[in-house]
């Protein structure tokens, strides 16, 4: 076989066997085939696509690049959450102990990444003493024992699609449905649950800008996922303005706590339930997505779920009286309001620009070496839709710096307050 051939083959339009994308993947993570060869496909694929049948032997080729994670030590249907990502997304950290509260298995492996705040070990180890580095055989006797365990990254997971991304992010190939699908793909593949659940974000602070590109890739992943032996569904959220009211780690931990609790804010529970009910119904513990949903909420009424977060915790080194008294929590030094110019209602919230101005604070990496400072934040005190007086605080700026004209320049530019606005939707569908 040699790959010109099947990069002409592509840029045909014609379809690739399993046998020819084995090919390419494998020699690629190799080094057999050189970048440029790769860089051709990429293109090819950019314009012709890929058959549902092409992009799950793609997945799985990336797959089989590298470690799989064998969760099969974990009694019980393993359900995995993924979001696409967004700004101020604390769904992680609710729905884990939410979930686990019904006895439905968590095995969760999460990363720090970059972006506005930290990823979810970082959001916990706001918590004093919580760590993430576990043994294999501790992680699954934790999670056997109470059902919920978090991990940190290890082992050598999809070597193909980390060079194959870096490839695309410098030769234009980043935004193509079948390469973004089975690069998020192969990765939860790799992690090795039974089922995934997928919230696949639009708007301002999605990768997919639009409503129909994260519905076209929504149906993608979840091709993929079934066409490879994994139950997956997704919900398609939005990411205009930001989930919730908390940006930042230790706030955002504090917002779990409130929401565990069945007191926090409208949008974040409401997306917590519409994933939770599929995870539920997933790992067969329901019969229909309503009486999963009627599951979780008693759970949250009954206060298993905020014990369950405790019990993680405390099997992480973390202190669990954080639960109770969230004060124990990092704290920034200064505590800034940001007041409404005008009288109105709140018409736009940008979501990326407002993670922009957290990260500015250094709630969130800017590069992979960046330390993050788990207290500051921003609070949202109004969100789309809210009427607002002038002088009312829009946000209230937590950070550890007494001048923050920056950040406070960010946060003008990019709420809108205007006259009357539409409700904005949360949910615009799901897809399985
Ligand atoms: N995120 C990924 O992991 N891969 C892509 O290709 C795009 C976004
Ligand atoms: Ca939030």
């Known amino acids: 076989m040699r790959m010109v051939d099947l990069i002409e083959k592509k840029r045909d ?73 967004g700004v101020g997304d604390t769904t992680t950290l609710v729905l884990a102990p939410l979930v686990a509260a019904l006895d439905i298995p968590v095995a969760k492996m999460s990363g720090r990444g970059l972006g506005h705040t930290g990823g979810t070990t970082d959001k916990l180890e706001a918590i004093a003493g919580f760590h993430v580095e576990l043994e294999k055989e501790e992680f699954v006797r934790l999670v056997n024992k109470d059902k919920i365990a978090v991990v940190g990254q290890s082992g050598n997971l999809t070597p193909a699609d980390k060079k ?30 039974d089922a995934i659940v997928l919230d696949v974000k639009t708007g301002a602070g999605a990768f997919m800008k639009t409503v129909d590109d994260a519905k076209e890739l929504a149906h993608a992943m979840v091709s993929i996922g079934n066409n490879v032996g994994r139950k997956t569904m997704a919900v398609i959220s939005d990411m205009s303005q930001p989930l919730g009211f908390a940006i930042g780690n230790a706030l955002e931990v504090k917002e779990a706590i409130d929401t565990l609790q069945g007191k926090g804010p409208k949008d974040l529970e409401e997306l917590c339930l519409a994933l939770g009910r599929q995870m539920v119904y997933l790992a067969n513990k329901a019969s229909s997505l309503e009486e999963a949903e009627e599951m979780l909420k008693e759970v949250i009424r009954n206060g298993k779920a905020l014990e369950k977060f405790k019990v993680f915790i405390a099997n992480q080194g973390g202190d669990p009286s954080v639960v109770d ?108």
């Open 164 to 193: 194959l991304y870096a490839l695309r992010d410098v030769t234009a190939t980043v935004n193509s449905i079948p390469l973004i699908a089975s690069s998020i793909m192969s990765k939860k593949i790799a992690a090795g649950s």
């Open 13 to 85: 339009g014609e379809v690739l066997s399993a046998e020819e994308i084995n090919f390419f993947i494998q020699g690629y993570t190799k080094g057999e085939i050189p970048d440029y060869q790769a860089s051709a496909m990429a293109m090819a694929i950019f314009f012709k696509d890929m058959t549902e049948q092409e992009r799950a032997d793609l997945t799985m080729a990336m797959v089989n690049s590298g470690d799989t994670i064998d969760l099969s030590a974990i009694e019980g249907i393993k359900v995995d959450k993924h979001s696409t990502g």
């Open 325 to 432: 008294h969230p004060e124990k929590l990092p704290q920034a030094a200064y505590l800034i309001e940001v007041p409404a110019k005008t009288d109105g209602v709140v018409a736009e919230i940008v979501a990326d620009e407002i993670g922009t101005a957290a990260m500015l604070l250094g709630a969130g990496r800017v590069t992979k070496d960046s330390e993050i400072d788990l207290a500051v934040g921003l609070m949202l005190n109004k969100k789309v839709g809210d009427t607002v007086k002038a002088g009312e605080s829009l946000v209230t700026i937590h950070a550890n710096r007494e001048n923050v004209e920056d950040v406070l320049a960010k946060i003008y530019d990019n709420i809108r307050i205007g006259d009357k606005v539409e409700a904005p939707v949360l949910i615009y569908g799901t897809v399985t």
